[in-house]
């Protein structure tokens, strides 16, 4: 079992960067396949990213190539760093968890979620 808190959220200008964090806890951490997930107001939760075990990485569409996942085992954290961001990545984001070999950002896989960090870009 492991459990998820995000931080680094905040405002930031159209074209700007920010980098999420997800501090996790549990020592079987790195076994799990982790991703990130975002949902606006009266929408529902869509995929961001996903990285496996082995570091093999994942994007929807939409943040493809702005957006860069990646984890760092030893400090049990997975990060999120987004550059080029726009006004459509206004958001609350989420990192989840789950220890499955198909790793994907598809919110079926998910059973662990952390709190939320809102994103706002303006």
């Known amino acids: 079992h492991v459990q998820l808190v995000e931080s680094g959220g905040g405002s930031v200008p159209a074209g700007g960067s920010l980098r999420l964090s997800c501090a996790a806890s549990?020592?079987?951490?790195?076994?799990?396949?982790m991703g990130w997930f975002r949902q606006a107001p009266g929408k529902e939760r869509e995929g961001v990213a996903a990285?496996?075990?082995?570091?093999?990485?994942s994007y929807a569409d939409s943040v493809k190539g702005r957006f860069t996942i990646s984890r760092d085992n030893a400090k049990n954290t997975l990060y999120l760093q987004m550059d080029n961001l726009k006004p459509e990545d206004t958001a609350v984001y989420y990192c989840?968890?789950?220890?499955?070999?198909?790793?994907?950002?598809?919110?079926?896989?998910?059973?662990?979620w952390g709190q939320g960090t809102q994103v706002t870009v303006s």
């Open positions: 989840a968890a789950d220890k499955t070999w198909v790793c994907w950002p598809d919110v079926e896989l998910f059973g662990t």
């Open positions: 990285i496996d075990s082995d570091g093999s990485t």
């Open positions: 549990g020592y079987t951490y790195s076994s799990y396949c």
